[in-house]
């Protein structure tokens, strides 16, 4: 893979992780965590690309040690919007420890306070380093759309009815992933010169054929999930927030005064 097509794939899988982000960036109050979040997807892609002719093993303990000043840093600008008091060690431990729970029961729209953009920042850098190390360095770009996809996903599940659909955000998705495909695209076999034009018409043969097998099982897909995705257009999706009991609450809690 060249350099030039190297870099748009970079580009294409940081902009599919930003992109899975945004539903979750809708339910919180203020842009800060939106912001963070493009943050937490554009840097380990960066640090996978500029890192790729590297061995491999270096690149996780890196990338490790900026996600957590990274989240150092959220946490500091968390705090600092929400007024919360504490140190910044005290203010991190907290949320390492409570990050989920308080992230499913607080009240929408969401708060940017400590305890409640530090799990989805770790969350967004993970799907982010993991897609650049399989789509960059490893060269399979399919695969390495996978954790943007399940991010995006489970941004989706996260934010249930809460907020209405928005058309742009998976059509923006589609795009970039298909730019990221074109790119990665007719690497290999322009990449071996000493091919005969025989074997090399052989080999455009045999990838059309395999493209178009694989073009087929998608439409049998589609047309199989479609009719079922047709009926549930007009059901609202499941608040996962139903599943979780929410903290409970003394007196004091209730009534400081």
Known sequence: MSRLRGGLVALAIAGLTVLATLPLARIYHTHLLTWLLVGAAIVPVAI????????????????????????????????????????????????????IPRVLTALIPIEPQPDTVLVPVVATWLAGLAA??????????LLGYAPPTLLYLGSLILVGPNARPVLWQPLAFAGTAIVGLAASGRTRLAGVPELTRSVRLSLRVRLAAGSS????????????????????????????RRYVAPPSLDAQDENPL
């Open 48 to 99: 996978s690309t500029a890192l790729r002719r590297l061995p491999a093993y270096p690149v996780a303990p890196v990338s490790v040690l900026v996600l957590a000043g990274y989240t150092l840093l959220a946490v500091r600008l968390s705090a600092q919007a929400g007024q919360v008091p504490g140190s910044l060690a005290t203010l991190w431990l907290d949320a390492v420890r409570n990050g």
């Open 132 to 141: 650049a190390e399989l789509g960059v360095r490893g060269r399979h770009v």
């Open 213 to 240: 097998a694989a073009l087929v099982l998608i439409l049998g897909l589609a047309l199989a999930v479609a009719p079922v995705l047709a009926h549930r257009v007009g059901h609202a999706p499941t608040d996962p």
